[in-house]
């Protein structure tokens, strides 16, 4: 980019500054709007929003540049908060689009930050996941929670389910199996390149037996993870 503000540029900024009067004022405004509103749905900052920013509803961090130690962990925070909107879909992580190939620092950031004293290696081993790594497990997760169900001759008896779901120590294993499931599926429905390549009658297949599945769920047992919105830390596919 060239040095010297574009005109356009320079005419936007004049104009933000007779509306707002300030910097300071269009900055906290337009952070407010980002927190709170729909609109704008991206922010571009240099060295800011790194400590004191709390947007739960922030899902996804692009990262263009190098981030080490402390300023790295602070970064990945933005995005890793739990969120649920008000028609209750939820959110558990982000994702973080590494451009700079930063998150190799990650293992060093973990072992240096002293906020994480105490922690034992295996607490922190999840804290960032390849998202392609997680789309690879979803005929798994299908496959194991269609198992439970092999004593089911007609998978249209709905009855049947609900009979073999009656043992609690089996209906708590299909609980764990599909939430297990329900993220797996919201994760890959969520990357462009399994859409594209996943042929249409087979995404309609994982869809609809997540919805059915979710029909035996009680309505006072422990949401389930939202097929649609689930996010996980991850690298451009």
């Known amino acids: 980019m060239d040095d010297e503000p ?3 540029i320079v005419r936007f900024w004049q104009k933000m500054m007779k509306r707002y009067g300030s910097e300071e004022e269009y900055n906290k405004q337009i952070i407010n709007r980002f927190k709170y509103g729909d609109e704008p749905e991206i922010l571009i900052v240099v060295d800011k929003l790194l400590t004191g920013f709390d947007a739960p ?9 190098i981030l080490r130690e402390h300023t790295l962990l602070q970064a990945i925070a933005r995005v890793n908060r739990i969120y649920e909107n008000e028609d209750g ?3 558990e992580f982000g994702y973080i689009v590494d451009y700079a190939s930063v998150l190799g620092e990650l293992d060093r950031a973990l072992s240096m930050y002293s906020v994480l004293d105490g922690f034992e290696d295996e607490d922190l081993a999840g804290t960032l996941i390849a998202v392609q790594e997680e789309v690879a497990k979803l005929p798994q997760r299908y496959s194991d929670l269609w198992d439970l169900f092999n004593e089911v001759k007609n998978q249209y008896d709905e009855e049947a389910y609900e ?5 609690d120590a089996l209906r708590e294993e299909f ?4 939430a297990q499931y329900s993220k797996a599926l919201g994760i890959a429905l969520s990357v ?3 859409v594209m390549n996943t042929p249409e009658e087979k995404l309609r297949q994982y869809k609809d037996d997540l ?7 009680p309505i006072d047992h422990k949401p389930l993870p939202a097929m649609e919105s689930e996010a996980k830390s991850g690298s451009p596919q």
Do not use: H, I, M, P
């Not at 009979?163 to 043992?167: H, Y």
């Not at 609980?175 to 599909?178: C, N, T, V």
């Not at 919805?211 to 769920?217: D, S, T």
């Open 6 to 8: 574009a005109d356009e």
């Open 57 to 65: 509803r922030n899902t996804v961090l692009y990262l263009t540049r």
């Open 89 to 91: 879909a939820s959110k």
């Open 163 to 167: 009979q073999l779901l009656a043992d």
């Open 175 to 178: 609980y764990e199996r599909l």
């Open 192 to 194: 462009e390149k399994f």
């Open 211 to 217: 919805k059915r599945f979710q029909c035996q769920v």
